[in-house]
């Protein structure tokens, strides 16, 4: 059975084409920095909003009209899986990620579960078997469940922590069945509603002894994938543990667990915690710990994870410098966790937002490049910090001055030469180099 009738298969044609189902700017086989396209964006299409997803919200029941919708239970878990493997293929997707629940049901009791699980990915291992695309990342869903509702590694049962730990062993072994690259900590309710309840520090060394515990059995079953915790402030507790990269960052290396971990840092995430995309990009990359991204982007006006596909090309554009400055994504990818509008309710809308997103990420990976052959932002920084490189400057640098050294310098400077920022002429420049793609 075909679930995508309307589509052949997706190309490119260029930017004067007029196809809706053809990529303008994304060709798999161009060479950017001596790369192709496709060994660098790596895209990865997101199972739960893709195939599970029903474009509901909190304010109104699903719309999306989809061809598996009659089926229920393990018939529409399996259409699903056929349906994923023909749009991967119609796509061109190199990858894609899963939750455990996104492929299989959930049964009354974790036997249950894990027995659907075992149908469904031996489903998936079969048609992988005879298709290109591969397992950027699979995860366990440690927060739908009512079960869940005071957190999963930092609940305040200890039955639900062994629940919990049940699903992220089983998450480890399905990824190792299916070759996943990397295994992805999504803390979706690890965090706190009040202080008033909770006892944070018994919260956060009990999150450790758990990533400890993976670390520990990832190794006994010989599951060598990258480990990625996947930063996200708000929803829906009040404070989640793991805020943004920076306090990640700090919790890792509080429990020994920094030579382990690296960041799945989503667009959308980084707005919602107050930052831009690229600063938590930065922020993961120049400590070393850039792993892979979660492709999307937010609504600025609205205050809540959107999960938009990505169009933004400036944003696109400064994501890519960041991720080519890294010198790629390693085991990671470009994992599109966005889900169409929900006016976009028809089955051929999911081609129409994975190509404009595949597209956009594709100028901006063309633009970035470009900016870096030609050393356009690293002649603006060194030009602002050449202070830094001779003289006192170059002292404090190396670490080779003092208080008193400084004070003698510093007494008789009678005038600072500030130079200018230049921002406006900064992002004037950018637009060109956007508007030559």
Request: aromatic share 12%; proline share 3%; glycine share 8%.
């Amino acid at each position: 059975m075909s679930y995508f009738d309307q589509v052949s298969k997706v190309t490119y044609e260029g930017r004067e084409s007029n196809n809706p189902y053809a990529f303008k700017f994304y060709n798999p086989e161009e060479k950017i920095g001596g790369k192709t396209m496709e060994d660098i964006l790596r895209y990865g299409v997101a199972y739960w909003h893709t195939f599970t997803g029903d474009g509901s919200d909190p304010f109104g029941a699903g719309t999306a009209k989809r061809p598996w919708d009659h089926l229920t239970g393990m018939d529409q878990a399996k259409a699903r899986v056929e349906a994923a493997f023909e749009f991967f293929e119609k796509i061109d997707a190199p990858f894609f990620c899963f939750h455990d629940i996104d492929i299989a049901p959930e049964g009354t009791t974790m036997r249950e579960t894990n027995k659907n699980l075992d149908e469904i990915t031996a489903m998936i291992q079969s048609y992988m078997k005879t298709s290109k695309t591969k397992l950027l990342w699979n995860t366990a869903n440690n927060f739908t469940n009512p079960r869940f509702t005071h957190g999963a590694g930092t609940s305040s049962h200890a039955d639900v922590y062994a629940i919990a730990a049940a699903k992220i062993k089983k998450g480890l072994e399905i990824g190792k069945e299916l070759g996943a690259e990397n295994y992805v900590f999504w803390g979706g309710r690890e965090g706190y509603e009040t202080l008033l309840n909770t006892n944070m520090k018994l919260e956060l060394d009990n999150l450790a002894r758990l990533y400890h515990m993976a670390i520990d059995y990832a190794r006994e079953i010989g599951f060598d994938a990258q480990f990625l915790i996947e930063p996200k402030p708000k929803e829906p507790t009040t404070h989640q543990y793991d805020f943004d990269v920076a306090t990640a960052t700090s919790f890792l290396y509080q429990y020994g667990l920094q030579d382990h971990f690296k960041f799945n840092i989503e667009a959308n995430h980084a707005t919602l915690a107050g930052h831009s995309f690229e600063h938590e990009l930065r922020t993961a990359r120049e400590s070393g710990m850039l792993g892979s991204v979660d492709a999307n982007q937010g609504d600025l006006l609205l205050g809540w994870d959107t999960d938009e596909f990505p169009t933004d090309l400036y944003a696109t554009t400064l994501a890519m410098y960041e991720i080519l400055k890294n010198g790629g994504l390693g085991r990671g990818g470009l994992n599109f966790d966005a889900k169409v509008r929900r006016g976009s309710f028809e089955t051929d809308d999911l081609f129409h937002a994975h190509i404009a997103g595949m597209d956009a990420f594709a100028v901006g990976l063309k633009v970035a490049q470009k900016m870096i052959d030609d050393k356009f932002f690293e002649s603006i920084v060194d030009k602002r910090y050449e202070t830094f490189t001779t003289g006192i400057g170059e002292k404090i640098v190396s670490g080779k001055t003092s208080l008193k050294e400084l004070e003698a310098h510093a007494l008789d400077i009678d005038n600072v030469d500030l130079q200018s920022g230049q921002l406006e002429k900064i992002k004037a420049r950018m637009n060109q180099y956007l508007l030559s793609v």
